[in-house]
T-cell receptor, first 115, second 113 residues
Framework: GAVVSQHPSWVICKSGTSVKIECRSLDFQATTMFWYRQFPKQSLMLMATSNEGSKATYEQGVEKDKFLINHASLTLSTLTVTSAHPEDSSFYIC???????????FGPGTRLTVT | GESVGLHLPTLSVQEGDNSIINCAYSNSASDYFIWYKQESGKGPQFIIDIRSNMDKRQGQRVTVLLNKTVKHLSLQIAATQPGDSAVYFCAEDPPGGGNKLTFGTGTQLKVEL
C-alpha cells in the first residue's frame, strides 16, 4: 500500500525560532499533499493544499507567511512554522494523493512543542 | 455520536460486543465518505469508505451505513476487540473540493475487558 512518512516525529523548539517538517510519499508520486493541524482531543483541521510545482492554497484563517509550504517534488512537501509561538504547539499531519486511486494516505504526524 | 465543541464523545463497549459510531455530515452534495481510525499519537488510518450511490458497504468486521436523507453516517464494528480502542473520525469529500476532506469531531471508542 501507499506509504507516507513524516520527519521528525516530534520536535521541541524555542519560541521565536522556525521549524521545518517534511512529508514524503515513499512508493508513489503525490500530485497533491495536504497539511492538517490537530489540537488535543480535537479533529483534524485542514491548513493548506499543496500541489507539486505550484503555490499552496491556504484555508481561511491560516497565515501563509507563518506556515510556509513547499512542494518541490512529487514525493516531498515541507511545512515550515516560522517564528513559532507556544500556541503553535500541535500535532501536524500530512496526507498525499496521487496513487492508483485518489484516496488520501496519511503520514504518522509530527508533534511540535514550542517552549 | 459526534458533537460540536472541544469535548470528545466517548463510547464504551465490552469486548466482544458490537459498536456503533455515528456521524452527521454537513454537505448534502458530498458524494464520498470515509471512516478513519486514529490511535493516540498516530496519523489517521483508513477503515472503510462509501460513495453516495450506496447506502451500505461491508468490510472485514466493519460496516458503514449512509442515510442521505438525514445526512447521517454510521460505522458498525462487529465483535469489538481491545485493539479497536481509538478515536474514530468520519470525513466527507464535497464535490468540486479538489479532494479536500472535512473531518467530523471524532468519537473515542473504549473497549472494556
Amino acid at each position: 500500500g501507499a506509504v507516507v512518512s513524516q520527519h521528525p516525529s516530534w520536535v521541541i523548539c524555542k519560541s521565536g525560532t522556525s521549524v521545518k517538517i517534511e512529508c514524503r510519499s515513499l512508493d508513489f508520486q503525490a500530485t497533491t499533499m495536504f497539511w492538517y493541524r490537530q489540537f488535543p482531543k480535537q479533529s483534524l483541521m485542514l491548513m493548506a493544499t499543496s500541489n507539486e510545482g505550484s503555490k499552496a492554497t491556504y484555508e481561511q484563517g491560516v497565515e501563509k507567511d507563518k506556515f510556509l509550504i513547499n512542494h518541490a517534488s512529487l514525493t516531498l512537501s515541507t511545512l515550515t512554522v516560522t517564528s513559532a509561538h507556544p500556541e503553535d504547539s500541535s500535532f501536524y499531519i500530512c496526507s498525499a494523493t496521487g496513487g492508483k486511486d485518489y484516496e488520501q494516505y496519511f503520514g504518522p504526524g509530527t508533534r511540535l512543542t514550542v517552549t | 455520536g459526534e458533537s460540536v465543541g472541544l469535548h470528545l464523545p466517548t463510547l464504551s463497549v465490552q469486548e466482544g460486543d458490537n459498536s456503533i459510531i455515528n456521524c452527521a455530515y454537513s454537505n448534502s452534495a458530498s458524494d464520498y465518505f470515509i471512516w478513519y481510525k486514529q490511535e493516540s499519537g498516530k496519523g489517521p488510518q483508513f477503515i472503510i469508505d462509501i460513495r453516495s450511490n450506496m447506502d451500505k458497504r461491508q468490510g472485514q468486521r466493519v460496516t458503514v451505513l449512509l442515510n442521505k436523507t438525514v445526512k447521517h453516517l454510521s460505522l458498525q464494528i462487529a465483535a469489538t476487540q481491545p485493539g479497536d480502542s481509538a478515536v474514530y473520525f468520519c470525513a466527507e469529500d464535497p464535490p468540486g473540493g479538489g479532494n479536500k476532506l472535512t473531518f467530523g469531531t471524532g468519537t473515542q471508542l473504549k473497549v472494556e475487558l
